[in-house]
């Protein structure tokens, strides 16, 4: 019967082994402690999600890899170490940054949209809306129309196109943005939103934006508009706009170029200058329209010699022209700093990719509420761990020491592999996790649960424990592998269609049925044989679980000290 | 503890029986009651779905909580600038933490707007506001994926099912059993009024898997019991499957409660150290779906199993040839009644043991003679049959008397004999 024992010495010592080589691997990597995720330490996850702005179709791979490294480095302005953008699925990117709870993160992450150049055909101070104090801390924005062309003495060909009527400091990062702002949108009488698209919907192609001519109700309605209406952004309409400071409001032509015709744009000095500008590149396609408009543009008067860079129905930079740019290269000079350059330059960058990006999810936990969800999830695994180790002595006596044991191993492990998968696959263990591995205490006890009970039924039946072990295993084993497959189905499953943060809880219920399953068959099981050759559990101790009157039989067949060699089927009874 | 290990062994042996599945219509009408009220619940309350299945804003700051926390909170949220923020929810978190949830607010204007405004009224810094945010057309996404989820779970499922019984009958009740325990769970949540958010939904399939393994465990014992059955009269499906049932039963306990203790320690960290979160909804889920899926295999798979079988026309002959035997036996007993002693039920000495001179089974016979009853179906009208081990009779008389309160704990080949008596 007993052909399956194996040789449980040589089996433990692999798996002694294996764990040996894990710590080994520990060390080596020299991190001792998992990574954990946000929700266990404070920080701010955002997940966009990107849309294809030229149409329904599917997001181009490359433009979402290309946003990502975007989005990576404007994250990497802030200054914050250890922040991570991803992608996720085929149209998702989720930019964790650690530590940082500021809204400026997501103002910047956030501001995703599609840039299109627009002719500006009328432009109009206004007044900057219930003065919020940083605009009066910038009187300057009052500009005087086309400040001096700033005709790059550049060794490019640079026509400079000027940067004007902006304020110096075009970010509304040094907004205190905790300040009230007015109230939004007061719903206006007419739509605004469509009086400036023609009855028939018609749109203008870019070869013709340049001769296109608002409506008369297009031109009350810029009268009307304010710069708190929220206005659509439509590619071959007119659009009203205002700029980001609402200090400027234009009526602006349709489409003459799309952001996605910009091959780069990047802030610098220019030799012998002192001031920072922004250079622009266009592909091509994008050249000629630039030319063919700057041509016109720069023969008008102003403001129509102007034309408006709009990101998401905002003119972030409305610069006039003075001569034609052929080549497709082009500076915008102004009073730039180094920050506010940069950040138009990203901006533009950004703008060129075709891809519009919506804000689907922000999670932003705060560092005592990070560590108060790691404290409760240890507190939660200790009590767990502490219920069922409890509860296996209460029943199971002796074994509850074999129960430990495995359920310690199999901590040793678990815990190694997340740490590993940490260091190497950047594996992030977050409060769902945590709970799939508690879960897990479950799952794993369980196994030894079936195990027991078989080798008592055996018992029951009339088998010396010895053999019981081995035949109780051959057919516990194949109800713990049932169990283990469809535990590990379940995670499987989870795993693939769970979102956000959950997936960690099918990670780790997935990673721990796997060890389950190794800790079960390296470890118990041939603990368990070595285990029945001792006096204490094969004789039956009364502590060992396994004494007689606790199994509810008189005596253990084949103990030694009351019945030498039983035959296998116990025919024979007691005081026979 | 050990007595239930002793009461394991007597269940295992079938010494001490319950019979599951000759009560099935008590179980079938507590879990219809139950069914009915999850239904009525989930009509009449419906669930409350978390901000990320609909989109919304949610805003947790640590505060000291006092009575006037909620409505000051309120008034600020009503000063903040931002519109309609008048049906924000405000209720606080044990009694440190204070939590505003609002529609979903635009992340970079509105957001800002609201953390400074709760920021301000308990007196921290902005930053120090938790929140999280679900734009709403996402929020629909993650209610579709999860709609997606559990559809292709349930078929998966289904197939898992299938393929490992093979057997239509078993996977039908297993299924049901299934579907059972999915409605008992949403239903608690709704008569509770528990929030369901993506955590709660991870839960809920968890247990799917859970309430699926506890029934294969008790149907691989039910297969196992009734291997040979059709070859002897020794007792109908049903006996055979309630047999299983209690064989597995202490096992059945023991891994519900070994599965539900970390759950309960997950509840606890959960509900009771941070009051909200994924643990709390996680917990609940798997609490509720694991204690009703050990419920569901036990007494709703099984006795349906049991009842769907017992129509199959093999099964119906089966039945037939029991109630024969049983009947006839039942005769002889009465003829030789005069030497039986026995009260509760015939004495059974018939055909098995004859054929099984050298290889009793006890058990067996115990059982069959038990459930015989008069000659129909059970004997046991109350719940727990606990009967002293009477009849361990097999040829040899004498010294029976002597061994009767030991024979309870004897070793013997209990319930061994399907097998040997094949061969």
Redesign the interface.
């Known amino acids: 019967m007993a052909t399956t024992t194996g040789h449980p010495g040589r089996i433990l010592i692999a798996l002694a082994v294996l764990v040996a080589g894990l710590i080994t691997l520990l060390a080596v990597s020299g991190t001792w402690t998992p990574k954990l995720g946000l929700d266990l330490r404070g920080g701010t996850t955002i997940t966009l999600t990107a849309k294809n702005t030229t149409g329904t179709g599917a997001v181009d791979p490359n433009s979402l890899q290309l946003a990502k490294t975007i989005i990576q480095s404007r994250v990497d302005s802030l200054g914050v170490g250890e922040s991570e953008v991803t992608t996720s699925g085929d149209n998702q990117i989720v930019v964790t940054v650690p530590n940082v709870q500021q809204d400026e993160l997501v103002r910047l992450v956030g501001q995703t949209a599609v840039l299109r150049f627009r002719s500006v055909y009328t432009a109009e101070q206004v007044q900057p809306p219930a003065a919020p104090p940083s605009a009066s801390a910038e009187p300057s924005a009052s500009a005087e129309p086309t400040s001096g062309a700033t005709a790059a003495p550049s060794d490019e060909p640079t026509a400079g196109a000027s940067e004007e009527a902006k304020p110096p400091e075009p970010s509304a990062t040094k907004r205190p943005n905790n300040l009230p702002l007015p109230a939004l949108p007061t719903a206006p009488p007419v739509p605004l939103d469509k009086a400036c698209v023609p009855a028939d919907g018609k749109g203008t192609p870019p070869d013709k934006a340049l001769d296109w001519q608002p409506s008369e109700a297009c031109q009350s309605a810029f009268a009307e508009f304010t710069c708190d209406t929220k206005v659509t952004d439509v590619a071959d309409q007119g659009l009203l706009a205002c700029n980001q400071e609402k200090t400027e409001k234009y009526l602006l032509g349709p489409t003459l170029i799309e952001g996605n015709q910009l091959a780069s744009a990047v802030a610098g000095i220019p030799q012998n200058n002192v001031n920072w500008v922004v250079n622009l590149e266009f592909n091509s396609q994008g050249a000629a329209a630039f030319e063919t408009a700057t041509r016109q543009l720069s023969q008008n008067s102003e403001p129509q010699n102007r034309f408006a860079i709009v990101l998401d129905g905002v003119s972030i930079s409305a610069p006039s022209v003075n001569e034609p740019i052929p080549g497709g290269r082009a500076e915008i000079s102004g009073n730039f700093t180094q920050k506010s350059a940069t950040e138009l330059a990203n901006v533009l960058k950004y703008g060129a990719l075709p891809l519009a990006f919506d804000v689907s999810e922000v999670n932003n936990v705060s560092a005592t509420l990070g560590g108060d969800q790691l404290r409760a999830g240890i507190i939660a695994g200790i009590i767990g761990l502490a219920l069922v180790v409890g509860y296996c002595f209460l029943y199971y006596r002796g074994l509850g020491i074999v129960v430990v044991a495995s359920l310690g191993i199999g901590a040793v492990i678990t815990y190694a592999c997340m740490v590993l998968l940490g260091s190497s696959v950047g594996f992030a263990l977050n409060l769902p996790g945590i709970a799939g591995a508690i879960v897990a205490i479950g799952i794993t006890a369980d196994s030894f649960v079936i195990f027991f009970e078989r080798i008592r039924d055996e018992v029951r039946e009339g088998r010396s424990l010895r053999t019981a072990v081995e035949t109780g295993w051959r057919r516990a084993r194949q109800t713990i592998l049932i169990a283990d497959t469809v535990s590990m189905l379940s995670a499987l499953v989870l795993f693939v269609l769970a979102i956000g943060a959950v997936k960690g809880f099918a990670f780790t219920l997935g990673l721990t049925t796997l060890i389950d399953v190794l800790v079960v068959f390296l470890f118990t099981k041939p603990l368990m044989t070595l285990l029945a050759r001792t006096k204490f559990f094969g004789g039956g101790h009364k502590l060992s679980g396994l004494d007689p009157a606790h199994l509810g039989v008189q005596a253990l067949p084949g103990s030694r000290s009351r019945r030498p060699a039983v035959a296998r089927p116990a025919v024979s009874e007691e005081g026979v | 503890?050990?007595k239930?290990?002793?009461?394991?062994?007597?269940l295992?042996?079938g010494e001490v029986s319950y019979d599951f599945i000759g009560h099935r219509r008590r179980w079938y009408i507590v879990s219809a009651v139950l069914i009915g009220a999850s239904i009525l619940a989930l009509l009449v309350r419906g669930l409350d779905f978390g901000i990320e299945f609909k989109g919304g804003a949610d805003f947790?700051a640590?505060t000291i909580v006092t009575a006037q926390t909620v409505d000051s909170m309120k008034d600020a949220l009503r000063n903040?600038?931002?519109?309609d923020l008048d049906d924000a929810t405000v209720n606080t978190i044990g009694n440190n933490q204070v939590r505003v949830q609002t529609r979903t607010l635009d992340?970079?204007?509105e957001?800002?707007?609201v953390?400074?405004a709760i920021a301000k009224e308990v007196g921290i810094p902005?930053?120090?506001?938790?929140?999280?945010?679900?734009?709403a057309?996402?929020g629909g996404?993650?209610t579709e994926?999860a709609l997606?989820?559990l559809g292709?779970?349930l078929a998966?499922v289904a197939l898992?099912i299938g393929i490992?019984f093979r057997d239509a009958k078993m996977s039908a009740a297993a299924l049901i059993a299934l579907v059972h325990d999915l409605i008992l769970t949403i239903g608690i949540y709704a008569l509770v009024g528990f929030t369901v958010t993506?955590?709660t939904?991870?839960g809920v399939?968890?247990i799917?898997?859970y309430s699926?393994?506890d029934t294969?465990?008790v149907f691989?014992k039910v297969r196992e019991n009734v291997r040979d059955l059709r070859s002897s009269t020794a007792r109908t499906y049903s006996e055979a499957a309630n047999l299983a049932v209690n064989?597995v039963l202490?096992?059945s306990i023991?891994?519900t409660?070994?599965?539900?203790?970390?759950?309960?320690?997950?509840l606890?960290?959960?509900a009771v150290?941070?009051g909200e979160?994924?643990?709390k909804d996680?917990?609940l889920a798997?609490f509720v779906g694991m204690v009703s899926g050990a419920y569901s295999s036990i007494f709703i798979a099984t006795p349906l199993l049991a009842q769907m079988k017992e129509r199959e026309p093999d099964m119906k002959k089966l039945a037939a040839r029991v109630r024969a035997r049983r009947a006839k036996e039942a005769q002889k007993e009465r003829v030789a009644a005069t030497t039986t002693s026995t009260p509760t039920g015939p004495e059974v000495v018939g055909t098995n043991a004859a054929e099984e001179i050298?290889?009793p089974s006890n058990a067996e016979l115990e059982q069959a003679g038990s459930l015989a009853g008069n000659g129909a179906k059970r004997v046991s009208s109350v719940e727990m049959t606990v009967k002293p081990d009477v009849r361990s009779h097999r040829e040899g008389p004498p010294?029976e008397a002597a061994?009767r309160e030991?024979a309870?704990?004897?070793?013997?080949?209990?319930?061994?004999p399907r097998s040997?008596r094949k061969k």
């Not at chain 2, 903040?80 to 519109?83: A, E, K, Q």
């Not at chain 2, 409660?257 to 309960?264: D, Q």
């Open positions: 503890m050990s239930l290990g002793t009461i394991g062994h007597r295992y042996t947790k640590a903040s600038g931002v519109p992340p970079t204007e957001v800002p707007k953390r400074a902005s930053d120090q506001v938790a929140y999280s945010l679900i734009g057309s996402w996404q993650i994926r997606i989820a292709v779970f998966l898992v490992y993506p955590a939904l991870i399939l968890t799917l898997g699926l393994y294969v465990v691989d064989q202490v096992r023991n891994t409660i070994i599965g539900v203790l970390p759950v309960v320690a997950l606890f960290a959960g150290i941070l979160g994924p643990l996680l917990a798997l050298s290889e010294r061994h030991g309870a704990k004897r070793p013997q080949p209990q319930n061994k040997q």
